[in-house]
């Protein structure tokens, strides 16, 4: 497509839209550990530490394609072994600050996944400046590479609190929203060239529950 007609004001668009899809819409998200290599030894022979040291996890809007688990047997007995492939927002990146590589790891669930390939899956109309978004190969981590406290959702059959998502809550652009802190930013609002969404921001909770539904909308026209 022709830069004639897909201007900057066109990728801004194309990014707040995507961005709109992933955190208004879909919400699914993963926990990013970016590993600090600045501080972490690496072995002089195997060239790998033995004890890494991570900065504290990010929450990212993705859309993952969890891949069932497949069965290894070793000398040890049988093992199930996961991969996903995690699709970001290139663009959400920027904002944050933060480049996803090869050798971080991520959680989704209740799994700890390490990163083994980051690449970019296309341009925007041909433009090469302007990449959609990210696709991570992740392969789950073996025990001991990291152990922290898993970041819900994980799954409904756990009993932590945060084992079901039960709150989820439109960012809008909004830096902060009922969840706290969000990271989002809008090209166009920021620039001033479209009106910021102040209002209308919907919940999906138990606030907005009057019939003793599980969950259900909670917004601007409900009584808090």
């Known amino acids: 497509m022709a830069r004639l007609f897909i201007t900057p ?16 819409i879909i919400g699914q998200k993963i926990y990013y550990y970016k590993v600090r290599s600045d501080l972490t030894n690496i072995h002089e022979v195997y060239e790998e530490a033995i004890t890494k040291v991570f900065d504290p996890p990010v929450e990212i809007e993705a859309r993952v394609d969890w891949d069932p688990s497949e069965v290894r047997t070793n000398k040890f007995g049988t093992e199930n072994f996961k991969t996903v492939q995690v699709y970001i927002h290139y663009r959400d990146l920027l904002d944050r600050n933060l480049e996803a590589r090869e050798g971080d790891y991520i959680s989704y669930g209740d799994t700890f996944f390490e990163i083994t390939s980051s690449v970019f899956t296309s341009l925007i109309f041909g433009q090469v400046e302007y990449k959609t978004g990210l696709k991570l190969a992740c392969k789950q981590a073996r025990k ?5 406290k898993f970041h819900g959702p994980t799954d409904e059959g756990d009993s932590t609190d945060d084992a079901v998502q039960k709150t989820f809550t439109q960012q809008r652009g909004n830096a902060v929203n009922r969840e706290g802190e969000t990271g989002d930013v809008r090209a166009l609002e920021k620039q ?8 209308n921001v919907v919940e999906v909770s138990e606030r907005g529950d009057e019939s003793n539904i599980s969950s259900s909308f ?3 026209d409900y009584d808090e």
């Open 144 to 148: 001991g590479q990291i152990d922290f």
């Open 9 to 24: 004001r066109e990728v801004d668009f194309i990014s707040d839209l995507t961005k709109e899809i992933n955190k208004d």
């Open 218 to 220: 909670y917004g601007d």
């Open 192 to 199: 001033g060239k479209v009106e910021k969404i102040e209002e």
